[in-house]
């Protein structure tokens, strides 16, 4: 069973920037997809970024340049460092995980992903 654990989220004014981290346990296999999800009151959970097991990223128009999806050598461990927020950046962040087919180029789509973590709250005022 994989379990994945968020932390890291907070409140910062705008400009400001956070580090997501989201701890990685459980048996996923060598070819897989994590990426970093977001869910705004009153709007249908988003994909930000995701990152696969040869490090392929991709990244949602409104955080590209903004936003940096990573993971840790051992690859236990997901981070999203976002940089320049904005109050739009305000949700709740999940990450997510599955374990991909070999000619699987990556998705955004929440429907595609298995694993889920319990989200962590990101608020930015202005």
């Known amino acids: 069973q994989v379990q994945l654990v968020e932390s890291g989220g907070g409140s910062v004014e705008a400009g400001g920037s956070l580090r997501l981290s989201c701890a990685i346990s459980?048996?996923?296999?060598?070819?897989?997809?994590m990426a970093w999800f977001r869910q705004a009151p009153g709007k249908e959970r988003e994909g930000v970024a995701s990152?696969?097991?040869?490090?392929?990223?991709k990244y949602a128009d409104p955080v590209k340049g903004r936003f940096t999806i990573s993971q840790d050598n051992t690859k236990t461990t997901l981070y999203l460092q976002m940089n320049s927020l904005k109050p739009e950046d305000r949700a709740i962040y999940y990450c997510?995980?599955?374990?991909?087919?070999?000619?699987?180029?990556?998705?955004?789509?929440?429907?595609?992903?298995?694993?889920w973590g319990q989200g962590t709250q990101v608020t930015v005022s202005s």
């Open positions: 997510a995980a599955r374990r991909r087919p070999l000619w699987w180029a990556g998705s955004l789509n929440p429907a595609d992903f298995a694993y």
């Open positions: 459980g048996i996923i296999g060598s070819y897989y997809s």
């Open positions: 990152i696969n097991d040869i490090s392929d990223t």
